[in-house]
T-cell receptor, first 116, second 115 residues
Framework: AQKITQTQPGMFVQEKEAVTLDCTYD???????LFWYKQPSSGEMIFLIY??????QNATEGRYSLNFQKARKSANLVISASQLGDSAMYFC?????????????FGKGTKLSVIP | DSGVTQTPKHLITATGQRVTLRCSPR?????VYWYQQSLDQGLQFLIQ???????AKGNILERFSAQQFPDLHSELNLSSLELGDSALYFC??????????????FGPGTRLTVL
């Protein structure tokens, strides 16, 4: 079974600084997708970034980038130039391949607070 | 805005009652997923439909059922409600058929409170 671990329940970062949110995963499948979602206090889940297990380069989307280390089974999210609007819960999720295994498995999340 | 719509946004009901949550996927998406988010269990996958057919089942209680209609909207039915069913219920959609690269986009959620 797949498992996602986010070891930081809460993080603080100064506005305009960069922050790294940790995510490690456990799977025996060679093929998988890794996703990060943001959940602001309003409740919606916003897709941020995707990394495939065979992707040669780390994914980037604007201020978001993934530090993907396949051998260590880690997919840390890096947010550059933090903004007050980045304050939210952040969830790492994994999707394995295979028929019937289409659901996402989520970590418990990290609450990020951006300090002005 | 993800393009996934969910109604209602809030629902307050009593124990023993039955409710229906509705979801409309993004235009062009064939897969619909339902997730439950509670404080103690976190985000849990309930069930997935692809083009009208049930594709995968997760930790869905027997009191819960779902379906996807020909127009691809989906409904999640929760019956004999208990206090522990209070949670945020998300619908997500994806194109489908893209394996592990298929990105799921979430709706705004329905917050269910059982009193």
């Amino acid at each position: 079974a797949q498992k996602i671990t986010q070891t930081q329940p809460g993080m603080f970062v100064q506005e305009k600084e960069a922050v790294t949110l940790d995510c490690t995963y456990d799977t025996s499948d060679p093929s998988y997708g890794l996703f990060w979602y943001k959940q602001p206090s309003s409740g919606e889940m916003i897709f941020l970034i995707y990394q495939g297990s065979y992707d040669q380069q780390n994914a980037t989307e604007g201020r978001y980038s993934l530090n993907f280390q396949k051998a260590r089974k880690s997919a840390n999210l890096v947010i550059s130039a933090s903004q007050l609007g980045d304050s939210a819960m952040y969830f790492c999720a994994m999707r394995p391949p295979g028929a019937g295994s289409y659901q996402l498995t989520f970590g418990k999340g990290t609450k990020l607070s951006v300090i002005p | 805005d993800s393009g996934v719509t969910q109604t209602p946004k809030h629902l307050i009901t009593a124990t023993g009652q039955r409710v229906t949550l509705r979801c409309s996927p993004r235009s062009g998406d064939l897969s619909v997923y339902w997730y439950q988010q509670s404080l103690d269990q976190g985000l849990q996958f309930l069930i997935q439909y692809y083009n009208g057919e049930e594709r995968a089942k997760g930790n869905i209680l027997e009191r819960f059922s779902a379906q996807q209609f020909p127009d691809l909207h989906s409904e999640l039915n929760l019956s004999s409600l208990e206090l522990g069913d209070s949670a945020l219920y998300f619908c997500a959609s994806s194109v489908g058929g893209k394996g592990y690269t298929d990105t799921q986009y979430f709706g705004p959620g329905t917050r269910l409170t059982v009193l």
